[in-house]
């Protein structure tokens, strides 16, 4: 199935690296001017490139998501060069894991705030605009340990339920304006996050018991999920969550 998508822009956080940096290359694939957001100018500033060198069009934008003033600042300073975000991903994300006895209040609020807090700061901003316009597309990557839950992940698992409870009460508030709002949960994918977990042999086979399809997840996956959601296609479809785990969720 090919998807549409008719002269619209992205913002994408976590643009610089993995799964965010799969997402962005993939809209602009599609056509769609992508504003690719990390914390480090290096980061985004390389993926923006990427995709220019490949004939798409993209802006590099350096945000600490977690910082609600700057993601305010960095908002208004898009929306007067764009008059519309038609679409938001909101991808950032951090672990800062431990068993809940071992987690330090720094671990906790690092991880809500980068996660979870980021999602309403942006999605504040931004939304306004897609809703007087009657069309945009929000996407929040979640995981599957926000669904599950996982030992020595309570902050992540917190943060990431949380983006399903918001996922799912936007849906309804921004129905009426055809504004969709989505979840994505990845499962085990291979990113810089999950480095150590892949490359160690006893971890990585340990994890693998419980995913059906039995290996682990390219960023490419969550990016197909995603770009499907963010397309005209998907008009029809509003709070969900589309597990992208090879099964572990079902
Ligand atoms: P990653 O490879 O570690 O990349 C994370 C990206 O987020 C980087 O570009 C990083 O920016 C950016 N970021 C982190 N903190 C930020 C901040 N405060 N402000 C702005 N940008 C920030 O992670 P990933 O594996 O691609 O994960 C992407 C998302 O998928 C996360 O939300 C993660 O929780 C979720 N997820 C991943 C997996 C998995 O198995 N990999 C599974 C489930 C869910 P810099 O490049 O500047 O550092």
């Not at 290996?215 to 029809?236: K, N, Q």
């Amino acid at each position: 199935m090919s998807l549409t998508f008719t002269n619209r822009t992205a913002l994408v956080t976590g643009a610089g690296r993995g799964i965010g940096k799969a997402i962005a290359e993939s809209l602009a694939k599609h056509g769609v001017t992508v504003i690719c957001v990390s914390k480090s100018a290096d980061s985004c500033g390389a993926t923006a490139a990427s995709i220019v060198a490949a004939g798409g069009k993209a802006k590099a934008l350096a945000v600490d998501v977690a910082d609600g003033a700057a993601v305010a600042k960095a908002a208004e300073e898009l929306l007067k060069e764009y008059p519309v975000i038609d679409i938001l991903v909101n991808n950032a994300g951090i672990t800062r894991d431990g068993l809940l006895f071992r987690m330090s209040e720094a671990d906790w609020n690092d991880v809500i705030s980068t996660n979870l807090s980021s999602c309403f700061h942006w999605t504040k901003h931004l939304a306004r605009p897609m809703t007087r316009a009657r069309w945009g597309r929000i996407v929040n990557i979640t995981s599957v340990s926000g669904i599950m839950g996982n030992a020595g992940q309570a902050n992540y698992s917190a943060a990431k339920a949380g983006m399903i409870g918001l996922t799912k009460t936007l849906a309804r508030e921004f129905a009426g304006r055809s504004v969709t709002v989505n979840a994505v949960a990845p499962g085990f994918i291979k990113t810089d996050m999950t480095t150590d977990f892949v490359n160690n042999p006893e971890v990585s086979s340990k994890i693998l018991e419980a995913v059906p399809l039995k290996r682990f997840g390219e960023a490419a996956d969550i990016a197909a999920a995603t770009v499907f959601l963010c397309s005209e296609e998907a008009g029809y479809v509003t709070g969900q969550v589309f597990a992208v785990d090879g099964g572990m969720a079902m």
